[in-house]
C-alpha cells in the first residue's frame, strides 16, 4: 500500500470554502466531503493541524470606516465558528480533535499552547487553530505558516476555493492568466502573487517550509497532495 508522503502537515482551509457553491455561512455538506477526504489520511497516520480562515463570515478588510483593529478581532472570532463545525464534523468521523485558540475563550476551547498542540498531534489528535496569531494586521495565512514553524509541519497545504494552484494574476478576472507549477518564495515575493500575503511568504521562506497551493473544489485533492501526488503549485 502506498504511504502518505509526509507525516505532519498543516492545512490551510480558506473560510469560503466551507460555504460551498454560497457565497456565506457553511455549508453541511461541503464540510463533510472535505472531512471525509481528511479522514482518509488521518486513517493512514498522518499527524494533521488545520487553520482555517473566516471569509465566509467577516474580513478585517470588509470593516470601510471601522477602526481596523476591531475590524480583525471580529474576523478572529469568525475563525472560531469555522474552527468549532470543523471540530463537530470531525468528531462526527471519530477523528479525535481540539481546538486551540490565540485568544482565550476556555468555555469552549483551550488556549494556544505549543507545547499541549505538540502532544496532542503526537496523539494522532487533529489540531484546529483559531483566532489566527491573536493580533490584528496579521492574516490566517501568516497564522498557518507561524504555527507550522512552531509545531515542525512538514509541509503547509494551502486550501483555495475556485483555483487550482498560483497563477500570475487573477483567473477569475482574466482568462489568460498562466498557472505556475512551481515557484520559489522569492517570485511569490517580487511577482506581489495573490496567493499568500508577503508576511506569511517571507515567514515560510525564513524558516524553509514548502507550500502546496491547490484547489479545494474537488476535496479528494486533499488525500493526492498528502500521498505526494504533483498537483497545485509547489512554492519552494
Given at each position: 500500500m502506498q504511504q502518505p508522503k509526509y507525516r505532519r502537515v498543516m492545512l490551510k482551509i480558506s473560510?469560503?470554502?466551507?460555504?460551498g457553491e454560497n457565497k456565506s455561512g457553511i455549508d453541511s455538506l461541503t464540510i463533510g466531503r472535505i472531512c471525509d477526504n481528511i479522514k482518509t489520511v488521518y486513517d493512514m497516520g498522518v499527524e494533521i493541524a488545520v487553520v482555517v480562515g473566516g471569509g465566509n463570515f467577516w474580513r478585517g478588510k470588509s470593516g470601510k470606516g471601522m477602526d481596523r483593529t476591531t475590524a480583525d478581532h471580529m474576523g478572529m472570532l469568525a475563525t472560531v465558528i469555522n474552527a468549532l463545525a470543523l471540530q463537530d464534523a470531525f468528531e462526527a468521523r471519530n477523528m479525535a480533535t481540539r481546538v486551540q485558540t490565540a485568544i482565550e475563550m476556555?468555555?469552549?476551547a483551550e488556549p494556544y499552547i505549543r507545547r499541549r498542540a505538540v502532544r496532542?498531534?503526537?496523539k494522532k489528535r487533529i489540531v484546529i487553530f483559531a483566532c489566527g496569531t491573536g493580533n490584528p494586521y496579521f492574516s490566517t495565512d501568516t497564522t498557518a505558516a507561524l504555527r507550522a514553524a512552531e509545531i515542525d509541519?512538514?509541509?503547509?497545504?494551502?486550501a483555495?476555493?475556485?483555483v487550482d494552484g498560483?497563477?500570475?494574476s487573477d483567473p477569475m478576472v482574466n482568462p489568460d492568466a498562466k498557472?505556475?507549477?512551481?515557484?520559489a518564495y522569492i517570485d511569490v515575493l517580487s511577482k506581489r502573487l495573490g496567493v499568500m500575503d508577503s508576511t506569511a511568504a517571507s515567514l515560510c521562506m525564513d524558516n524553509s517550509i514548502p507550500i502546496i497551493v491547490f484547489g479545494l473544489d474537488e476535496p479528494e485533492n486533499i488525500i493526492k497532495v498528502i500521498m505526494g501526488e504533483d498537483i497545485g503549485t509547489q512554492i519552494t
Open positions: 473560510g469560503e470554502a466551507l460555504a476556555r468555555q469552549i496532542h498531534l503526537e509541519a512538514e509541509v503547509i497545504l494551502l483555495k476555493k475556485n498560483a497563477y500570475d498557472k505556475f507549477d512551481r515557484l
